[in-house]
Structures are given as C-alpha cells and as structure tokens.
C-alpha cells in the first residue's frame, strides 16, 4: 500500500514561514490534502488538491506538489498555528492513506 | 449548518461488537461519500472505511476488513459502523467524516467523534 512519510516536528518562530513536507513514492502523481487538528479538536480541511484553500482557510496557508515531496507552506505563522498537521492521498485501490502527521511548534 | 454526531462510543470487552452511528444534517446526506476514521489516543489518524452515495459501494482499510462493515441509511440521514471482533488495537476516537461526490474527493467535514475502548 502507498505510505506517506511526515516529520514527527516542526519548530518556526512566530512571523515566519513554516514548511511541512510529505513524501511519497511521485506524489505529484496524485492530489494531496492537508489537514490541521488542534489538541482534543477534530480535524479541519486546510489544503484540498495540492494548493487550493477551503472556505475561511487563511492566505498564509498554501501547498505545493512536486515530484515526491508534497508541502504544506504557513506563512507568517501565529501562535494559533500551532497544531498537528496531517497530508492525505487517494489510493487508486479505493482507500485513504494519511501520513504519520506533524507536530508544528511555534517557538 | 452542517453537523455530524457520532453515538455508541464505550468500553467493550475484546472479541466483543460495538455499533456505531453518525447521524447527519445540514446538508443533502445521500448525495455525499462519507468515511470512518479513527485516532488512536497521542497517535496520527488512520482511515478506516467509507461508502458511496446509495450504499453500493464500499471500501474498508486492510487493518479492520472482515470484522468491521460500514453502511448508511440515506432516509434517516444515518450512517454506521458496525464492528466486530473488537481487539484492544482497535481503542481509539472513531470520526464519521464527509467527503464529496466522488470516491476520490476529500474529506470536507469532520464530526467529533466518540470514543471506543476495548479492554477486559
């Protein structure tokens, strides 16, 4: 089965920009959807199809996909960032991968 | 305002079967796929199952094929998963998720979730 490969962290000042990546045998291949959990809160959509923000999703959050590393792009990360952050792919066999999912801290 | 509330959540014995139910409003519940997922307390998500529209198709991780069935009733704007054959790695938060149209669409909407422990 097809395995996503997230960094267990990620630290970044505040007013910075924070990268999350998410590797995968040509993940470019295939739509990457990101997701943040804050702690004890359910997950909430941040990226759909590689780059495209949902609804009320700030500007700050962006994605990208090239090659086999997807990347979740938070600029001017605030305090409130600070979260769990999961990418998703669509498996052709029919079922969702997520990746182990990272842990970003906001110093 | 979309709602998903998960119910049926508690402590089983292993070996035992629990049921669970989301039930949804706010939106057209048949016209959307609508998925399982499952955390284990500290750990990442881990999907588990979903189902089309009409309940025709369905697809289920490799970790609980068998032993869990997901299905919906599109009238009652209910979906479940029944499980059986509970394990104690089968503990965790047990999401009820919408997606899209498509088997492929991501997940757009997420409930709260209920939790599900096994132990003796």
């Known amino acids: 089965s097809y395995v996503l490969t997230q960094p267990p962290s990620v630290s970044v000042a505040p007013g910075k920009t924070a990268r999350i990546p998410c590797g995968g045998d040509n993940i470019e291949a295939k739509s990457v959807h990101w997701y943040q959990q804050q702690p004890g809160q359910a997950p909430v959509p941040v990226i759909h199809y590689d780059r495209d923000r949902p609804s009320g999703i700030p500007e700050r959050f962006s994605g990208s996909n090239s090659g086999n590393t997807a990347t979740l792009t938070i600029s001017r990360v605030e305090a409130g960032d600070e979260a769990d952050y999961y990418c998703?792919?669509?498996?052709?066999?029919?079922?969702?991968?997520f990746g182990g999912g990272t842990k970003l801290t906001v110093l | 305002e979309v709602q998903l509330l998960e119910s049926g959540g508690g402590l089983v014995q292993p070996g035992g079967s629990l049921r669970l139910s989301c039930a949804a409003s706010g939106f057209k519940f048949g016209a959307y796929w609508m998925n399982w997922v499952r955390q284990v307390s500290g750990k990442g998500l881990e999907w588990v199952a979903n189902?089309?529209?009409?309940?025709?198709?369905?697809f289920s991780a490799d970790s609980v094929k068998g032993r869990f069935t997901v299905s919906r009733d599109n009238d009652k704007n209910l979906l479940y998963l029944q499980m059986n054959s509970l394990g104690v790695e089968d503990t965790a938060v047990y999401y009820c998720?919408?997606?899209?149209?498509?088997?492929?669409?991501?997940?757009?909407?997420w409930g709260q979730g209920t939790l599900v422990t096994v132990s003796s």
């Open positions: 998703q792919v669509w498996d052709r066999s029919g079922h969702w991968v």
């Open positions: 189902i089309e529209h009409d309940g025709n198709m369905k």
């Open positions: 998720a919408r997606a899209g149209d498509f088997s492929s669409s991501p997940i757009d909407f």
